[in-house]
């Protein structure tokens, strides 16, 4: 799929508009905060306090959740993503060194509205005094690409500990993806309105959106290429690696098998009519494609037709863009589906 001048400009655009990183900046009523708000714990003792979203009239699809503590006081040892926003987001981790956790949630399809458990975190205290607990003002909670998170109504805990120092347990960070940059979000967001001139409003629409997020986490940049974009629109528009995206169900991908022949040896008495010479205007429309690519208008439902022919007849994905262009001759020629 090519990118032309006006599609740069419109991401020049959305750039000028949401300063490229950042969604629209406007306040919103949301809240965060935690439950409950004061416990006593011992010493070696692990506790549990309940992190709520509350959407407070707004509709949000897409929150993300940063907390800071006294790390000499006390460490963070999980992190349990409620069904409020079931979906995790590439980019969360536990620095027990700083004292300091994020993690971001999403939903598909129909958007929050009402107040509920986001996550459940689990600390361990491990010296004597009293730790605060508190969700920082760089939280997020977005409607739709546009923050609605109110900063003046985050909440905090206030931890009493007693008895004497035991050591930490777990790592001083504990880090589970490639990457910590919360602003792949944001980011994914403005390359999603730059591409499709709207913000997200279906299932499948935040399906394209948290491939781009999961691209930006793995690459630690955006789709640049006309390669790179078929790859997010493969993933975003098919199910050829069974991705579901109902509002129930968890997003699972599994890796293709691809079962091995054995080679098959014709003997040379029988002729089978294969390898001819293109005949017809499909054919050489195949031919045409496969050579300089495609640059009409795109079928997602014949590029995963496509794409299972491509695998069944190489036994793998397409991996360059000589891959790609044969990948769209398939698609688009006519000559074979």
């Known amino acids: 799929m090519r990118r032309t001048s006006a599609f740069f400009l419109v991401i020049a655009t959305v750039a000028a508009v949401f300063g490229f990183s ?23 003792e692990d506790f549990t306090l309940s992190v709520l979203v509350d959407p407070n009239g707004e509709s949000l699809d897409t929150v993300r959740v940063n907390m800071s503590y006294d790390p000499t006081l006390l ?20 620095d027990n060194t700083a004292g300091a956790l994020t993690y971001g949630g999403y939903k598909y399809g129909t958007q929050v509205t009402a107040e509920g458990t986001f996550a459940t975190v689990t600390f361990r205290a491990l010296s004597s005094g009293t730790a605060a607990i508190s969700i920082t003002s760089d939280s997020k909670a977005i409607d739709d690409g546009t923050e609605k998170v109110d900063v003046s109504e985050l909440g905090s805990a ?23 940059d919360v602003s792949l979000e944001q980011q994914a967001l403005v390359y999603f309105g730059a ?5 997200p409003s279906s299932g499948d629409d935040w399906s394209a959106l948290h491939c781009l997020v999961i691209f930006g986490a ?3 940049k955006m789709p640049s290429s006309g390669m790179e974009w078929n790859v997010i629109h493969t993933l975003a528009y098919t199910d ?7 509002d129930d169900e968890e997003v699972v991908i599994e890796e293709p098998v691809v079962e091995e022949e054995e080679p098959v040896v014709e003997e040379e008495e029988e002729t089978t009519e294969t390898g001819t010479l293109p005949s017809d205007s499909a054919d050489w ?21 496509a794409l299972s022919v491509f695998t ?13 262009n044969l990948l769209k001759a398939i698609a688009y020629s006519g000559a074979i589906l």
Do not use: N
């Not at 069944?312 to 790609?324: A, H, K, Q």
């Open 22 to 44: 950042k969604i629209v900046l406007a306040a919103g009523t949301a809240t965060i905060s935690l439950s409950p708000t004061t416990t006593s714990v011992d010493t070696g």
């Open 75 to 94: 460490e963070a040892i999980r992190f349990d993503l409620g069904t409020q926003f079931p979906s995790l987001s590439p980019g969360y981790e536990i």
């Open 158 to 180: 206030t931890i009493t500990i007693a008895g004497d120092t035991v050591e930490s347990t777990t790592p001083a960070t504990t880090e589970t993806t490639t990457t910590t």
């Open 195 to 199: 591409f499709y001139a709207r913000m």
């Open 218 to 220: 793995k690459y630690a």
């Open 240 to 246: 050829f690696l069974g991705v579901t995206t109902s």
């Open 285 to 305: 429309e195949f031919v045409d494609i496969a050579a300089h690519g495609y640059s009409g208008a795109t079928d997602a439902s014949l590029e995963a037709e």
């Open 312 to 324: 069944s007849t190489f036994g793998r994905l397409p991996s360059g863009d000589d891959d790609w």
